[in-house]
C-alpha cells in the first residue's frame, strides 16, 4: 500500500517562502505521476503541480513563476518550493500519485489513488 506523507507547511508572511516534502513508501509501480493539490476552507481542492516519470512539470496559472515541483527518486521525496507567497495560498497542501507515466489530466483529483493527509500553510499579510 502506497502512503504518502507530507510536511513542511507553517505560517510566513506575504513574500515568504517555503518548501514542501512528501515521503512515499510502498511503492509497487516504477512509473508515477505525483500532484500537489490544495484547498481553502469553503473551496474546492485545486491542482496546484504535478511531475511526471521523466520530470515533465505542470502547473496551476495561480503558482507559475512562484513555485517549483521536483523530486528525489533515490529519497521517494516529492517536494514543492513556494516563493513570493501570498495569503491567497493560504490551504492545506496535499501530495498526491498516480500510478501512471504521464502526468495527463493532472489537475483532475480523481485521477489520483493515494493521498498524503496534508500539511497547513498560512500566509499572513
Known amino acids: 500500500q502506497v502512503q504518502l506523507v507530507e510536511s513542511g507547511g507553517g505560517s510566513v508572511q506575504t513574500g515568504g517562502s517555503l518548501r514542501l516534502s512528501c515521503v512515499a513508501s510502498?511503492?509497487?509501480?516504477?512509473?508515477?505521476?505525483m500532484g500537489w493539490f490544495r484547498q481553502a476552507p469553503g473551496k474546492e481542492r485545486e491542482g496546484v503541480a504535478a511531475?511526471?516519470?521523466?520530470?515533465?512539470?505542470s502547473y496551476g496559472d495561480s503558482v507559475k513563476g512562484r513555485f517549483i515541483i521536483s523530486k528525489d527518486m533515490a529519497k521517494n521525496t516529492l517536494y514543492l518550493q513556494m516563493n513570493s507567497l501570498k495569503p491567497e495560498d493560504t490551504a492545506m497542501y496535499y501530495c498526491?500519485?498516480?500510478?501512471?507515466?504521464?502526468?495527463?489530466?493532472?489537475?483532475?483529483?480523481?485521477?489520483?489513488?493515494?493521498w498524503g493527509q496534508g500539511t497547513q500553510v498560512t500566509v499572513s499579510s
Open positions: 498526491a500519485a498516480d500510478r501512471s507515466r504521464t502526468c495527463m489530466g493532472w489537475a483532475h483529483e480523481e485521477k489520483y489513488s493515494y
Open positions: 511531475i511526471d516519470t521523466d520530470g515533465n512539470t
Open positions: 510502498g511503492y509497487t509501480y516504477p512509473s508515477y505521476c
